[in-house]
């Protein structure tokens, strides 16, 4: 049975808050867009029309500004082409890095009363997605 994920379940949430706050991160971004975006009855952008994606970049374009200011980058951005380990059922329209010069820098946007009203775009645009916390460690170099 296949699963989709928009949001953290409160599990994974707590194990999250429960790491070092005060030590950058890498958050890994891996994003499925819907076909066309579904706002919540009565929010500005239902019935717009508009795709997934573009709900994503509009997410982008709101969140942006806030994601800047906490201190958080794009390190890396790909556009998916195929998957070689995994589920063959499991394919992504984009993914990214984003650093965050410490946790405490994640929690001010996703606290932020406009990333609230931005990440309704999010949510509108995504049918599934994955959000992973890595420890940012040293470029370059061979394997292990």
Known sequence: MTQFYI???PANFQAFKDLPRDEPIHMLNLLRYRDHAEYP??????????SGRGAYQEYGKTSG????????????????QTMVTGPEDKDWHDGFVAQYPNAGAFFEMIKDAEYQKAVVNRTAALVDSRLMRFSPGEAGGGFG
């Open 41 to 50: 009855e009565g929010h500005e952008h239902a019935g717009k029309g508009w």
């Open 65 to 80: 500004p806030i994601f800047a200011r906490v201190g958080g980058s794009i390190v890396w951005r790909g556009a998916f």
């Open 7 to 9: 949001d953290p379940s």
